[in-house]
């Protein structure tokens, strides 16, 4: 398990109650090991919060919506952090989950079975 910020436990929790619609549909697919792998939702790492989490596989895939508009250094630098923690990100539009996730699900299937 990797450190984070504590201060993070409770809004993270929040994230998980509120969700959004990309997350919820996403989280169907990827709960209760149907990939193979366990995933945590809205798991903290540091000082950011990952959308998904599988620790036995060190991945972290993020949904991105329009709430990612124009935070383009931001997530660099969170991609920059999960990476020198050995960490892999898989970065999803908003728009592939809703609209083709049968391809969302082969490519991160492929991205589980190449770690």
């Keep these: 398990m990797h450190d ?3 201060q993070l436990k409770n809004f993270a929790r ?3 109650k509120a969700g959004n ?6 989280w169907n697919e990827l709960k209760q090991r ?3 792998v366990q995933f945590k939702r809205q798991r903290p790492i ?6 998904f989490y599988c620790q036995e596989k060190n991945l972290v ?6 709430s990612h508009d124009n935070k383009y250094e931001y997530d660099n630098a969170r991609d920059e952090y999960m990476k020198s923690l050995g960490i892999q990100v898989l970065r999803i539009s908003d728009i592939d989950v809703k609209q083709d996730m049968s391809n969302v699900l082969i490519w991160i299937k492929h991205n589980i079975d190449k770690l």
Excluded at 46 to 51: K, P, S
Excluded at 61 to 66: A, Q, R, S, T
């Design 21 to 26: 619609l990309s997350e919820a549909l996403l």
């Design 46 to 51: 540091g000082n950011y919060i990952a959308d």
């Design 61 to 66: 895939i993020e949904i991105d919506g329009w």
């Design 34 to 36: 149907k990939m193979g």
């Design 4 to 6: 984070y910020n504590k």
């Design 14 to 16: 929040a994230n998980r």
